[in-house]
């Protein structure tokens, strides 16, 4: 199933699968233009718009996604720079989670500068 239709698994409990590196390289090649930190705690991605505006309204949309799914990245705005974060704060690593949030960000229709 693509990771953009998959529905996030609350994590407070402890449900959620801790992934290795190479499990979470696999999914890190199902969604384009994301880095992951060498612990493989950590995907990341930068967005750039032609504006403050726009790079504003990415993040809120962004915030819907993230809300819908119960899972929240941390975003640092620059200007028309987003930067997006992604781990499991609960299990301190990766968890298929960051990876369908980081699926339905990329599916959002993007102005880019």
């Known amino acids: 199933m693509e990771l953009k239709r998959k529905k996030c ?12 590196k190479n499990e979470a390289q696999d999914f890190l090649d199902e ?10 705690t950590e995907i990341s991605k930068e ?3 032609k504006d403050f505006v726009q790079a504003v309204d990415f993040v809120n949309a962004v915030a819907d996604i993230a809300e819908g799914e119960g899972h929240h ?8 720079k987003v930067r997006l974060d992604l781990s499991t ?9 960051d990876f369908i949030v980081a699926s339905k960000i990329d599916s959002l229709p993007i102005i880019f500068n």
């Open 89 to 97: 704060h609960a299990v301190e690593g990766l968890t298929e989670n």
């Open 73 to 80: 990245p941390n975003i640092k705005i620059v200007y028309n």
């Open 47 to 49: 967005f750039i718009f």
């Open 9 to 20: 698994i609350g994590c407070e409990k402890g449900n959620v699968k801790v992934l290795d």
């Open 31 to 40: 969604v384009l233009g994301w880095s992951m930190n060498k612990g493989a």
